[in-house]
Structure formats: structure tokens, C-alpha cells
Nanobody, 130 residues
Framework: QVQLVESGGGLAQPGGSLRLSCAAS????????MSWARQAPGKGREWVSG????????AYADSVKGRFTISRDNAKNTLYLQMSSLKPEDTALYYC???????????????????????WGQGTQVTVSS
């Protein structure tokens, strides 16, 4: 079955950086788009970024555009999220998700996919505080 295991969370200072990883198994990784989402205390889950099967198509929420970079290594079945210029409002539990089948070259088409239609990992906590 699908398994997604996130790692790399922790405590960072404002302006700092962290890199999250998500190890995937149980499916053909390169055949699927993937994404990251987050949930802050007392708030709903927010989609953060997505990437297509070959890594050539990406999309970002306005709140992280220019600061976060999503990437994937299909040889290692691993998804990444490089987070820079972190802000206290980035504090949240970050989740990795398996979306639908590959959107195709240069495209990512699952930004508005319902939560129930994705497979989720357990999450990794990111706290940004001085």
C-alpha cells in the first residue's frame, strides 16, 4: 500500500531554512504528481506546493512563492521541499501527499484536488521562532 514518510522538520529561526523530505513506497513514484500541504494550529489544511511526475511542472501557494522550492528525485522515490526565508506564520505540521496520475510535461493540475482524494503521510512539524 501507499506509504509516505516525512522527515526534516524542526525548529528554525525567522529568516532561516529547512529542507523537508518525503520517502515514498508502494506505488510507481514517477507516475504520480506529488504535493506538500500544511496545517497550523487551529486552522484547516492548506495546500503549499505541487510537482508533476518528471519534476518539470511545479506550482506554489502565493504565501510561499519565491521562498519555497519543491523538487523530486525519482531514482530515490523521494519528494523534497526546500524552505527559505522562513516566517513565524510558516509554523505548521507539514504533510506530503500523493496526488493523481502525472499531469504531463510542464504541468501540475491537482492544486484544487480534495483532501480525501490524496494519500497522506503522517506529517513533520516545522516551528519558526526566535
Amino acid at each position: 500500500q501507499v506509504q509516505l514518510v516525512e522527515s526534516g522538520g524542526g525548529l528554525a529561526q525567522p529568516g532561516g531554512s529547512l529542507r523537508l523530505s518525503c520517502a515514498a513506497s508502494g506505488f510507481t513514484f514517477s507516475d504520480y504528481d506529488m504535493s506538500w500541504a500544511r496545517q497550523a494550529p487551529g486552522k484547516g489544511r492548506e495546500w503549499v506546493s505541487g510537482i508533476n511526475g518528471d519534476g518539470g511542472g511545479t506550482a506554489y501557494a502565493d504565501s510561499v512563492k519565491g521562498r519555497f522550492t519543491i523538487s523530486r528525485d525519482n531514482a530515490k522515490n523521494t519528494l523534497y521541499l526546500q524552505m527559505s526565508s522562513l516566517k513565524p506564520e510558516d509554523t505548521a505540521l507539514y504533510y506530503c501527499a500523493k496526488d493523481g496520475p502525472d499531469s504531463g510535461p510542464g504541468d501540475y493540475s491537482y492544486k484544487d484536488l480534495a483532501d480525501g482524494s490524496r494519500d497522506w503521510g503522517q506529517g513533520t512539524q516545522v516551528t519558526v521562532s526566535s
